[in-house]
């Protein structure tokens, strides 16, 4: 006969035992998560079951690819840490390309993918893909947490590793089993790692050693990147240029770091740069680099860059320095401290023959194009955004012409406000990206400036952008080409326009079958209206711009020439 023994009573020596699911719910509470991006599948319904009456907001992607973008733009829009949820196998996989945009642009984002049960590891079972083999070389860190107990820790440690130094993703895979096993959780301490070490401040030795090169410079370039908004150093980088009297250019990531609307604005450099900032930098006695990583699309010709400079750069990430170009002056830590400690240091200089030269080649060689012609110009579009939203927009980009159009003809005024792929150079990011800045700042008006081709990669994310009601406005530039790759073909194989476009559909019909609003603009003269109505909807929007074929970006670096090698001058020229 079984002895009928009593429960034991819980008292304060009882462990409170939590399952894994629960424990990766509390721990993303804890670290302050409010939004997370996700999408479901077998491994990780455990999770999705806490996640049910969990305090955070959920919103669910059409693809994970998506739902990676929009954890992506989340963190560059909010300067917050961007969160994803994946199943294993094609949950995982899909994340891909959302990780490795992220990774090549140091944006911080906490991925979460379950994996099959610890047993069944390596068996090719159901859904079983190596997530953390596949994402190692597009990830800061990842790890496989096989134990109940590593949970909180490495979720904990994500966070810390994804948003510290050079940002970037994280991920976390967790297999179903852990998920269900329970155990007592450990409080949040401080985090200790051995092997990942940051240094934030700058060596004042260096900074003296740079400061005085500067103040005896008499043609000083800033050449800025993504690095000055991550660090959110803008505004110390503006007293610095300022106080220093020193011209400013910077990437296309770096875009907003500096008011384009101020004179020593050189507006951006590089292969689609303005004329104006490629010759500055080619013949600039220091070149100072702020968070940028001296990257081709940037440099042109290795050799001749910046050929009579010499070079400080102000970089996190020490393996940035001297990847590329020669460093004279390296200078690790935050850019922010390391721009306060400088501007103490700088002097002003009048430099006027240096900014005469500028403002003669800013009169020369604007950036414009030519609007006297019936059709429209996919530049003027981007013109009269920037002019509706007076530059308060957040503008989201997919690749391409329409991409570098923006980046040339909208005025970025504020850091944050510029949310485009521009390491990676992904298609499809635009969209999704859209809605995760949306998710992200919910007042503010939210632009995709897109490409037919770009959007219809990822224009399923309708879906998304209705069933949450996010009002974000897509501006498709529909050249009927992918235009950036038909330039290419135009001018290096004679116009032998392989495979560079696709039939697409009537895109404002698309919208309203998913529920959102639809606008078509064939003519000139409906884009200031149409524009004005579009950003006035209440929902999401998309206005379908049939703008020009066959126009080019100018000016433009051809592969492999340096970088005062520009084409297109003439019609720069032409239009002053
Ligand atoms: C995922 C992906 N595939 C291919 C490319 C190569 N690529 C770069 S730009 C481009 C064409 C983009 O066309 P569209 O979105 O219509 O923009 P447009 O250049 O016409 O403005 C292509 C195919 C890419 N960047 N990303
Ligand atoms: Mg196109």
Not at 85 to 98: D, V
Not at 390 to 409: D, L, P, R, S
Request: aromatic share 8%.
């Amino acid at each position: 006969m079984a002895s009928k023994v009593p429960p034991p009573a819980a008292n304060a020596s009882t462990p409170i035992l939590k399952p894994g699911s629960q424990i990766v719910v509390d721990t993303l509470v804890e670290q302050g998560v409010e939004v997370i991006f996700g999408y479901p599948g077998g491994v990780v319904l455990p999770l999705f079951d806490k996640l049910y009456d969990a305090p955070l907001r959920f919103y669910l992607p059409r693809h994970e690819q998506g739902g990676c973008h929009m954890a992506d733009a989340y963190a560059r829009a909010s300067g917050r840490t961007g969160v994803v949820i994946a199943t294993s196998g094609p949950g995982a996989t899909n994340l891909t390309t959302g990780l490795a945009t992220a990774m090549m642009d140091s944006v911080p984002i906490v991925a979460i993918t379950g994996q099959v049960r610890t047993d069944l590891i390596g068996n090719d079972a159901f859904q079983e893909a190596d997530t953390t083999g596949i994402t190692r070389p597009i990830t800061k860190h990842n790890l496989i947490v096989k134990d109940v107990k590593e949970i909180a820790r490495s979720i904990r440690e994500a966070f810390y590793i994804a948003s510290t130094g050079r940002p970037g993703p994280v991920l976390v895979d967790i297999p179903v089993d852990t998920e269900v096993a329970q155990c007592e959780v450990e409080p949040a301490g401080p985090i200790e790692m051995r092997g990942y070490r940051i240094r934030t401040q700058g060596h004042s030795k260096q900074i003296q050693i740079a400061a005085q090169a500067i103040n005896s410079a008499e043609k000083p370039v800033l050449y800025v990147g993504g690095g000055v908004i991550t660090a959110n150093a803008t505004d110390e980088l503006r007293a610095l240029a300022i106080k220093g009297n020193i011209p400013v250019t910077t990437t296309l990531m770096g875009l907003g770091a500096y008011d384009q609307t101020r004179p020593e604005s050189l507006d951006m450099l590089g292969m689609h740069g303005s004329a104006y900032a490629n010759y500055a930098v080619q013949q600039c006695d220091i070149l100072i680099s702020v968070g940028a990583r001296f990257d081709d699309r940037v440099t042109g010709k290795l050799k001749t860059f910046a050929p009579g400079a010499k070079i400080v750069h102000i970089d996190i990430d020490p393996a940035s320095i001297s990847k590329n170009v020669h460093v004279d002056i390296p200078l690790v830590g935050d850019a922010k401290t390391i721009l306060t400690e400088m501007a103490s240091l700088i002097e002003h200089r009048d430099r006027t023959e240096w900014f005469e030269t500028i403002a003669g080649w800013k009169k020369k060689y604007p950036l414009s194009y030519d609007n006297n012609t019936a059709c429209i110009k996919p530049q003027y579009v981007i013109e009269e955004l920037s002019r509706q939203t007076k530059g308060e927009a957040i503008v989201c980009t997919g690749v391409g012409q329409h991409q570098m159009w923006t980046a040339q003809f909208f005025r970025f005024t504020k850091p944050r406000r510029f949310i485009s792929s521009g390491g990676l150079g992904t298609m499809g990011f635009g969209f999704p990206a859209a809605i995760g800045a949306q998710v992200a700042m919910p007042g503010q008006t939210v632009i995709d400036i897109d490409g037919d081709s770009s959007f219809s990669m990822t224009l399923q994310e309708l879906g998304t952008a209705v069933q949450y009601q996010l009002p974000v406005k897509v501006f498709i530039l529909n050249n009927g080409y992918m235009g950036m790759v038909r330039q290419w073909q135009e001018l290096f194989y004679h116009k032998r326009y392989s495979h560079s476009f696709l039939k697409v559909p009537d895109f404002a019909a698309v919208a309203r079958a998913f529920g959102a609003a639809g606008y078509t603009i064939e003519k000139k003269e409906q884009v200031p209206q149409v524009i004005k109505q579009a950003l006035a909807e209440k929902g999401p929007c998309i206005v379908d711009c049939h703008v020009e074929r066959e126009e080019n970006v100018w000016p433009m670096v051809a592969a492999g020439k340096a970088l005062d090698e520009m084409d297109g001058l003439e019609l720069l020229e032409r239009m002053a």
